[in-house]
């Protein structure tokens, strides 16, 4: 069974994104049936381009981290402390296929404690499949791209958000902003590779950097609380700046 790509006329994306070790890893999950047809684009990231398909009728999402041209620096500094990597060794391929591992746990976990997501399906090497947050093969917008008929109800929704994964699945996602939300019905968090556990060394900076980037984005949309009121009240602490 061979691995049909549709929609990658494009020589620098089949450059960059298939290679050998990517195609290899590909064929492994069409033939455990994860997936049938990889369909065409639904976005291209700074570390990874992800594709539309689908199994069994329904579609998915699938993430193939750049294994050329993935920013090598960039992906340590945020597994640096992260004790459940502890053992990776520092050569890229290796690094990346710790990150795609690290998203898909991440996931994982902000499932369990009930954030809306996209549902982790499975990871192998470079590639993370997920459920597809879309309507047909549209995805869903990000919410930088959304007229909001209620601002101030979203604003509320996230901040609950950033609460519960930091309470429930203590998680800080470490790069929220509205490019890393998705909007239907309510906020979906995407992006979660980078995403850090509460007991990492940068995770409260972390942290208040994303409270901050939901308040600039809200701040001319409706009435926001304070940055450390909010980064007080998610963590418990009494400070003036993490």
């Known amino acids: 069974m061979g691995v049909r790509i549709k929609d990658t006329n494009d020589l620098k994306v089949r450059e960059d994104v298939f290679d050998d ?17 990889l369909g065409g684009s639904i976005s291209t990231g700074k570390e990874a381009n992800v594709f539309y398909a689908e199994r069994d009728g329904v ?17 340590s500094s945020y597994i640096a402390g ?10 890229k391929k290796e690094l990346i296929f710790a990150w795609t591992k690290k998203e898909f746990s991440n996931l994982v976990r902000a499932r369990d404690a009930g954030i809306a997501v996209p549902e982790p399906l499975v990871w192998d090497r470079n590639i993370l499949i997920m459920s597809f947050l879309g309507d047909g093969e549209i995805p869903y917008p990000q919410l930088r791209n959304v007229e909001l008929e209620d601002p101030a109800g979203t604003y509320a929704q996230i901040l609950g958000t950033i609460d519960t994964l930091y309470k429930k699945a203590e998680l800080v996602h470490a790069d929220l902003s509205e490019f890393n939300i998705l909007y239907s019905d309510k906020p979906y968090l995407i992006d979660m590779g980078q995403s850090v556990t509460r007991d990492h060394p940068r995770a409260l900076p ?9 308040n600039r984005f809200f701040k001319n949309r409706c009435d926001i609380r304070n940055d450390v009121e909010i980064f007080n009240a998610v963590t418990g602490l009494d400070t003036a700046e993490p």
């Open 21 to 37: 070790v990517t195609l290899l890893a590909l064929y492994k999950l069409v033939h455990k049936k994860w997936f049938s047809v």
């Open 59 to 75: 579609g998915v999402a699938i993430k193939i981290y750049r294994i050329r041209t993935a920013n090598f620096t960039t992906m």
């Open 82 to 91: 992260d004790r459940r990597f502890s053992h990776v060794k520092k050569a």
């Open 206 to 214: 972390f942290l208040m950097r994303d409270i901050r980037n939901v």
